[in-house]
């Protein structure tokens, strides 16, 4: 605590002087140990509220880490799976894989695979609006929620998302860039866990279609077939080549 702003604190107490010109000894031996009583109190009380809000900011930004993947600096699966159980019947529910990501990481390093997760989650975030969400999932799997999107068509959103990360060029890959598959629907299902099985089952339906597609699902309860996106886009040649698998 600066000495100046103690000083200043105590200023209107030392106007009570004059009162005691004429003696002192009253002045001595009660005021000014009480008075150095209160200026004591007044340093250990800033001390201790200084200390709380440290502690408090400290308690903050450990609380936002521990919800946050620390590579692509979006929110991980710990609260993905806490938005996950707050969906509403207007949101809609997006998983994204990236397509042979292994190919990527077996021929390029991790090092380049890291990049190449943190370009996708760039791309995907900037598909979102302010209050929507993207998540890093695990692995090369990413999800988003659109909050409020009853006007929205879900294969719109996920094509939106296939093709912004599809657009990516990445000079670690040489110029070459990558694709995803996307599984993606309106989570106006019986259960958030529901909701989540149809996206994923989407998502892999996507795969099975030749992947760096969309496959939509507006069903009511789980299990219904899904709406397909038209036939998947030929692979790029220019993204990175591929192994069957």
Known sequence: MPLRKVLLALVPNALLLPLHSQDLTLYRTVYLPLLALCALAYV??????????????????????????????LPNRRQFDLDLYQLAPDDVLCLIDIDHFKVVNDRYGHQVGDEVLKGVAEAIASCLRRHDRAYRHGGEEFAAIFRNAAQADPWTLGERIRKKVGALHFSELGGAGVTVSVGIARANFESPDACFQQVDQNMYAAKQRGRNCTVASQALTPGAPPALSPEPEPYDRSSVPVSQE
């Open 44 to 73: 250990i009380a800033a001390m201790m509220l200084h200390n709380r809000y440290r502690l408090l900011h400290l308690f903050r930004l450990y609380e936002e880490q521990a919800h946050q993947d620390v590579l692509s600096t």
